[in-house]
């Protein structure tokens, strides 16, 4: 008999990075969710096996609702034989259309897949609960949302602007592999912690576009190769939107514009004040700006700290 393929046990633990109440949801949502809640925990997993991470069929049960989004909830879950093999797992918050919101997790998955990256969570496998509900397995990450880590005093102006510059360079790396995004919003960015450093992690890629498969699609449909679908380019203006907006808020916490004066001088604030504002995602495709360029500016500006 062939042993059982065991998932990876050195995994992360995923921020609860949504409250746990759900008061700011509306009543029919927040009735359909606790509904999704209770039918799911505990659901044996059936996965779609592939090459690399690979789950036994039926050997993961669903626990805590740990996070939830517009569409999706983020559960906690184990593998029953090896119950320290913690990940998660997301999955529809509701069940209709079961057949066509699977179709999308695959497709979510194989694009997640190809973005593999030291600041990309990582996407272990595909499959689907009782019912056909559909799910992917992703590592358990132990950290909090971006948002938070710019809040946290403890952490200094210099580590939070290098974690700023660490979104735009993965960015830039997913860009440089035509892979888009779409949703980089700050809850979609973790900082966990290791030996005392902070490391991103960019999650969710529901809204992500691969260009190859786009120029595909196209090309099925048309018979040729010709433009890509706009969709590529709303993406991109998306991802650099969301740089500009991640250093707005960067600048606009914790006083940080004024420690980052007080500490490297005028000139110095002055040339962040600039990067931010010379964003551009808007107007004419040759006017978005340049996400390895801006990587470039934030780098730069991460080594006069000297934290680059």
């Given at each position: 008999?062939?042993?059982?393929?065991?998932?990876?046990?050195?995994?992360?633990?995923?921020?609860?990075?949504?409250?746990?109440?759900?008061?700011?949801?509306?009543?029919?949502?927040?009735?359909?969710?606790?509904?999704?809640?209770?039918?799911?925990?505990?659901?044996?997993?059936?996965?779609?096996?592939?090459?690399?991470?690979?789950?036994?069929?039926?050997?993961?049960?669903?626990?805590?609702?740990?996070?939830?989004?517009?569409?999706?909830?983020?559960?906690?879950?184990?593998?029953?034989?090896?119950?320290?093999?913690?990940?998660?797992?997301?999955?529809?918050?509701?069940?209709?259309?079961?057949?066509?919101?699977?179709?999308?997790?695959?497709?979510?998955?194989?694009?997640?897949?190809?973005?593999?990256?030291?600041?990309?969570?990582?996407?272990?496998?595909?499959?689907?609960?009782?019912?056909?509900?559909?799910?992917?397995?992703?590592?358990?990450?132990?950290?909090?949302?971006?948002?938070?880590?710019?809040?946290?005093?403890?952490?200094?102006?210099?580590?939070?602007?290098?974690?700023?510059?660490?979104?735009?360079?993965?960015?830039?790396?997913?860009?440089?592999?035509?892979?888009?995004?779409?949703?980089?919003?700050?809850?979609?960015?973790?900082?966990?912690?290791?030996?005392?450093n902070s490391h991103l992690k960019l999650i969710d890629f529901?809204?992500?576009?691969?260009?190859?498969?786009?120029?595909?699609?196209?090309?099925?449909?048309?018979?040729?190769?010709?433009?890509?679908?706009?969709?590529?380019?709303?993406?991109?203006?998306?991802?650099?939107?969301?740089?500009?907006?991640?250093?707005?808020?960067?600048?606009?916490?914790?006083?940080?514009?004024?420690?980052?004066?007080?500490?490297?001088?005028?000139?110095?604030?002055?040339?962040?004040?600039?990067?931010?504002?010379?964003?551009?995602?808007?107007?004419?495709?040759?006017?978005?700006?340049?996400?390895?360029?801006?990587?470039?500016?934030?780098?730069?500006?991460?080594?006069?700290?000297?934290?680059?």
């Amino acid at each position: 008999t062939c042993a059982l393929p065991i998932l990876r046990d050195q995994t992360l633990t995923l921020v609860e990075s949504h409250e746990k109440s759900d008061h700011w949801l509306p009543r029919a949502d927040y009735e359909s969710r606790i509904s999704i809640c209770d039918q799911w925990a505990g659901a044996k997993a059936e996965t779609i096996l592939s090459p690399g991470d690979l789950f036994p069929e039926h050997d993961i049960e669903l626990k805590a609702v740990i996070g939830r989004g517009a569409a999706n909830l983020i559960f906690k879950a184990q593998q029953i034989r090896v119950p320290s093999n913690q990940f998660a797992i997301k999955t529809p918050s509701n069940c209709n259309h079961p057949q066509m919101r699977y179709a999308r997790f695959v497709r979510e998955y194989n694009i997640h897949r190809k973005a593999e990256h030291p600041n990309v969570v990582r996407n272990f496998s595909y499959g689907k609960l009782k019912e056909d509900q559909p799910f992917l397995a992703m590592e358990y990450l132990e950290g909090i949302p971006f948002g938070q880590f710019l809040l946290q005093s403890e952490y200094s102006v210099e580590t939070k602007f290098v974690t700023l510059t660490q979104a735009c360079s993965t960015i830039a790396d997913l860009h440089d592999r035509g892979i888009t995004h779409g949703d980089m919003s700050p809850d979609n960015l973790v900082v966990t912690q290791d030996q005392g450093n902070s490391h991103l992690k960019l999650i969710d890629f529901g809204k992500a576009i691969w260009q190859e498969t786009a120029k595909r699609t196209l090309s099925c449909a048309t018979n040729k190769v010709g433009d890509l679908p706009s969709n590529i380019e709303k993406n991109r203006r998306r991802d650099t939107r969301a740089i500009a907006y991640l250093l707005y808020s960067f600048l606009s916490m914790q006083d940080h514009a004024m420690l980052l004066e007080g500490k490297y001088g005028r000139q110095f604030i002055d040339e962040v004040i600039s990067l931010q504002s010379s964003i551009r995602w808007e107007g004419d495709a040759s006017e978005i700006s340049d996400t390895r360029t801006l990587t470039s500016e934030f780098s730069k500006l991460a080594e006069q700290t000297g934290c680059g």
